[in-house]
């Protein structure tokens, strides 16, 4: 019997001292964000009422490497680095030529890739003097992640679950509760973003995200903290792909040929894309980069390049991104961190210079490619990383056919312990496909605002 090798990891000595920022590295600076009054490009004092000026200084950094603090290297030792695994058993279930890898962030204390932004936000907080943050949560995992780092650093933390999710999942308002986090149900009667919606309204990301701004816009002591979406949030996460790509080498491959990551604000994919992006520019590999969302949420795909808010209330400054209208309210599917309305601004350009391209695949199918996953891998997915799993899998069937042996990466940015009643529901033969018509489509986008 051949030896195979199953998970490929680093030592601790090897993990990322640095941020990788790709803004310095591409053709073209991103557009800037413009204030919601004025329409003037955002400076970093509009900006402080919300975030601490160390994080205000990143999201406009144009430096390719960003120092990681050694108090920061040290809490992600915690759980990093992250392995990586080669997807033997599922490549000779499928019978394909091609070799699947899958750099697993589930091992974190959240379950999933956000505590790699959230010990970063809330240390630069808490060096700050900050004493409370406020925070949306989609599935809970945000929610999760941003508790457990608050409570490393004596920080209060107060979560807008949205609606949907924390009726359908309980114990991550238990979870959070246990890193000592406040959860309340989004829409919330606390908040007049909020209470402009009717109390049993499934809510929205967009919804709960004008809650928390509101609440830490009106506190001196008080910021708001953002799971995904910003540019300082996908800089952290290139701890990711780093690690990925030495870990790619140890197991005596080239490079990869297919990068495949699930999107709803572009934090993991931008995480695990961003360095394989710099190989590319560089002409030190040559991969095809691939972002997954889901039908029924497709920003990239069936979005609008324009400038939009980032929450429903409109608070936020004006970004351009790939967007469905700030007034979107995605249906219930299972992958509650895919239910956002934009797209990563930062993805959105990266995506316009063409350096990657976009699909949307159906949750049934996402499931089914899960359900196999488990079986052969012995990991249960969290819903939203599915959609690369599944994309992954096709891709491997079609090196089937063309005999191909492509070396395909994919983030598999979280576990599904906590989501087990979206497998219920595959399980039972409930799980539908919602699609999204063009008439939904037309009416969410008639709402972005129009610029001079
Ligand atoms: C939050 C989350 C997502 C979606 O956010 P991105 O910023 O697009 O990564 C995807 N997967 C998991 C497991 C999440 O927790």
Redesign the pocket.
């Known amino acids: 019997m051949t030896i195979k090798t199953h998970k490929y990891l680093l030592s601790e000595d090897q993990m990322p001292t640095n941020w990788y920022n790709i803004v310095a590295d591409l053709p073209e600076p991103p557009p800037p964000p413009l204030h919601p009054g004025t329409h003037e490009p955002v400076g970093p004092d509009d900006l402080a009422p919300l975030f601490p000026m160390d994080l205000i200084l990143q999201e406009v950094s144009t430096e390719r490497y960003i120092p990681i603090p050694d108090e920061v290297q040290d809490i992600y030792r915690l759980w990093r680095p992250s392995p990586l695994y080669r997807a033997h058993r599922l490549e000779q279930a499928l019978g394909t030529p091609a070799r699947i890898y899958y750099k697993y962030e589930g091992v974190s204390p959240a379950g ?3 505590p790699n932004t959230a010990v970063p936000q809330v240390y630069y907080n808490a060096k700050a003097g900050v004493k409370k943050l406020t925070t949306e949560t ?2 809970g ?2 929610g999760t992640a941003l508790a457990f780092a608050s409570s490393l650093f004596g920080v209060e933390c107060e979560v807008w679950q949205v609606g949907a999710s924390y009726d359908a999942k309980p114990y991550r308002r238990t979870l959070i509760e246990t890193f000592g986090g406040t959860v309340h149900r989004s829409p919330s009667r606390l908040t007049a973003a909020g209470r402009a919606f009717p109390e049993d309204h499934s809510g929205s990301l967009g919804i709960a995200i004008s809650e928390a701004v509101e609440v830490a816009a009106q506190r001196e002591d008080t910021k708001y903290a953002l ?2 979406v910003l540019n300082h949030v996908l800089l952290h996460q290139t701890v990711i792909g780093e690690e990925a790509l030495l870990q790619l080498e140890m197991a005596g491959e080239k490079g990869a040929d297919l990068v495949i990551g ?8 931008g995480g695990l894309a961003f360095p394989f992006i710099r190989e590319k520019l560089a002409g030190r590999q040559s991969p095809v980069i691939r972002a997954v969302e889901p039908a029924s949420c497709p920003s990239l795909t069936r979005g609008e390049y324009r400038y939009d808010f980032g929450d429903t209330a409109g608070f936020t400054p004006l970004m351009k991104m790939h967007t469905l209208g700030h007034d979107f309210v995605p249906d219930r599917i299972h992958a509650g ?2 239910r956002y309305h934009g797209m990563a601004p930062l993805i959105s350009h990266v995506y316009e210079l063409g350096l990657m391209e976009a699909i949307a695949i159906e949750q049934t199918e996402c499931f089914a490619a899960a359900i196999q996953f488990a079986r052969t891998e012995g990991i249960v997915p ?1 819903p ?2 599915t959609h690369a799993l599944a994309a992954a899998m096709r891709e491997a069937l079609a090196c089937k056919e063309s005999g191909e042996e492509k070396v395909i990466i994919t983030a598999l ?2 576990h599904g312990l906590l989501d087990l009643a979206a497998y219920e529901s595959y399980l039972g033969g409930q799980m539908v496909d919602s699609g999204l018509s063009d008439a939904e489509l037309q009416a969410a986008l008639a709402g972005v605002p129009t610029l001079a």
């Open positions: 999933s890739h956000k989609g599935a995992q945000w799971g995904s699930c999107t709803g604000g572009g934090s993991n994919f961190g895919l969290a939203e990383p940015c979280g």
